[in-house]
């Protein structure tokens, strides 16, 4: 119990966590120059042109947001479960959660071209006189990622109380004790209060399920409105929930497997927990293959020129690399975790989440670049090549995430304490 | 001490079991007294034992619910029916179906919203300030402690009766809340 309370109220977070912060903090500076060259330059620093006008902003927002699915899912479907194990799990995907949600939002934002206009995209009385265009999924999609937002902040928040009064308690006096009391809200641990939260935390948790498959469906039909072939298609919303499952549940392994290691939080996320976890990364795994199978049937069993070109265009064309090493991470390299004893190691888990996450992204690369890059008109076909800021804005995204994770592992306990307590209370009861 | 300065007397002890006898206990004894019981994690029956209160947060949560699908599905028709008609590729300016997605979000979101502030209110909270705040034990609350307060503000409530029957519990500490 005391080692997860400990980690985040120790005077100093180790070497190792300060090498960690001192290297995202880097990243997150490089991304704060990207953003203020791109205000005063424009999206033209990135390698966006016509006719591939959306790159990697969108590959990076489509990336994280599912990343985010992938907390909000564990915690909430396994709670409705009953699967008591997720407790040791939960909190750090939560977090997880906030911080891909965070992440994501900002390239939509920093897309728009004007992103100081982006509060446009709210219906507020204006003195324009003009509504947002109701019926467009761009705009759904902002509707969306707020919700989602929102809730997963306040899913987060109201989880982590008991354990903010633990942590003001144990704290003492001082500095620290009166900012854990503040965030504690005062929580007591009345049992009247208790089942209120009870109650919130269930009916919480039944929200969230609908909504990762709702925003994530919503993700899916700002391609599937659109006209070009590879996109114009009503399987995209359950692929998409798929694969932000599959990337998510592989950014919980990549994340837990170092962290249960630096924290010492081996008795508490047990080689059990990161089996289950593989074995659910492999079930959604597959779902996202059959989803590759299933477009590739669709587009030659339309007998659409456009859209078989397309499926062609994919496995030869310019971009046939990024297909193929798609295909090599999300379709043959899962395939290793049906051998329990690559579900036992730590190391294979953590290479192949890696392996996932980086299928993932080059996924969404793929199902943008390529469709956009040759369309219905040979005369306006076009290449897209990255420039040092689509890399350095990818770079401090992931900088960005993991300096709010680490700062996040040194404040609050990453694994729940409260849910543990009652684990171990109904475990020695007789 | 006086009773007129005290928040109530407040029995410490180490298991949630402990402390689910001595509420049942007290319950029969003595009726008429206030009891709140403090828990580091969710105890089961604990409430029951208590005497059930009723649970607003459903009905907040479905409130919150219906005022945000209502509310964001009427204020769509209100801007693309009648303030500001587009004609976005030849549909009618009534769309509706295109109007659903913003709604459900909106559900979702206006009944975690309002359930987390149900929750809070209902419980009064936030709260800076609290008598058992004073209490040096109490810190144990949120790890390892369960507590039971008979309130002092309740008919009936006489200081030495009431000790006298929390000595008889299990108890590892009984000790005076000043208010």
Redesign the interface.
Known sequence: MQAPAQAALRATGGRLWRGGVLLALGLTLLLVWGVAVLLARGVGIWGLDIPVAWGFAITNYVWWIGIGMGGTFISAALYLARAPWRAALSRYAEAMTVFAVSVSGIFPILHLGRPWFFYWLFPYPNIMSVWPQWRSSLEWDFFAILAYLLVSVLYFYVGLLPDLATLRDAAGSGARARCYGLLALGWRGDAHHWRRFETLSLLLAGLAVPLVFSVHSMVALDFSEGLAPGWHSTVFPPFFVAGALFSGFAMVLALGIPMRRVLSLQAYITPRHLANMAKLMLAVGLVVDYSYAAELFTAFYSMDRYEIALALRRMTGAYAWVYWSTIFCNVLLIQLLWWPRVRASAGALFCISVGVLIGMWLERFMLIVTTLYQDYLPSSWGMFYPTFWDLAFLAGSLGLFFLLYLLLVRCVPVVSLFELRRLRAQRSAP | MSTAALHGLLAEFD???QLLAAVRALRAAAGHLVL????????EG??AA?GE?T?R??LA?LLGALGGGLG?FA??CY??VF??P?N??G?PPF?WP??I??A???T??G???L??L???A?????????P??AVAAF??????RFFLLVRAAARGFDEAAVRALLEELPALAVIAVPA
């Open positions: 298991s949630a079991a709140e019981a403090y828990a580091p994690f969710p105890v604990l409430t208590l209160r649970d947060v459903p949560m964001t204020l769509e801007a693309a303030d500001y587009l976005i590729g549909r769309s295109a109007f997605p913003p459900l979000e909106m979702l979101l009944a975690a919203v359930g987390v149900a929750m809070l209902a419980s009064g909270l936030p709260r800076l300030r609290h058992l705040f810190e144990r609350a949120s790890s390892d």
